[in-house]
């Protein structure tokens, strides 16, 4: 029988999960910590700042906000907008609420996260130029492996 958990967006995540990335992730969770970390995932070397998951979806929405749609773009478009910053609130409420409860439980019983959220983020290739983005979110089960601090170029 496979033993999986149920993460924060619902999909499963594996207790393999490194206890410490869960941990960084938690602080910044908890008290909006950022620590520096370069980790990875898939052949890409993924290097930024921990930031909580309240921010994330608040850098999200602000983000959806402030989008222009292109030219020529239909009412749709400012309807997938709305709908987007909509669903970014949502989220933002959600991670404060669980972050709320899962303070307030037996330690023991204390669920760590599941995702780690980054900012001033720069993905890394091998033999390609390094591709800068505002924003990362992964699941922590994806890391094969991590250094704290971050990696210039």
């Given amino acids: 029988m496979e033993n999986k958990i149920q993460s924060e967006t ?17 602080y910044a969770n908890g008290s909006g910590l950022g620590v520096g970390i370069s980790f990875l995932s898939h052949g890409m070397l993924i290097t930024g700042i921990t930031m909580s998951n309240v921010e994330f979806f608040e850098k999200a929405k602000e983000k959806w906000q402030s989008a222009t749609p292109l030219t020529g773009a239909s009412e749709v478009a400012d309807i997938a907008k709305e709908a987007l910053v909509d669903h970014a609130e949502s989220m933002v409420k959600l991670m404060k609420e669980r972050n709320a409860e899962g303070r307030d439980q037996d330690p023991a019983k204390f ?43």
Avoid at 11 to 26: M, N, T
Avoid at 135 to 140: G, K, L, S, V
Avoid at 142 to 151: H, N, P, R
Wanted: glycine residues 12%; contains cysteine; negative net charge.
């Fill in 10 to 26: 619902g999909q499963a995540g594996g207790p393999e999960a490194d206890g410490f990335v869960r941990s960084l992730a938690e």
């Fill in 111 to 153: 669920e760590m996260p599941y995702n780690l959220h980054l900012k001033d983020v720069r993905i890394m290739v091998p033999g390609q130029p390094s591709i800068k983005v505002d924003f990362w979110r992964c699941r922590i089960d994806e890391i094969s492996g991590f250094t704290l601090g971050q990696v210039v170029d």
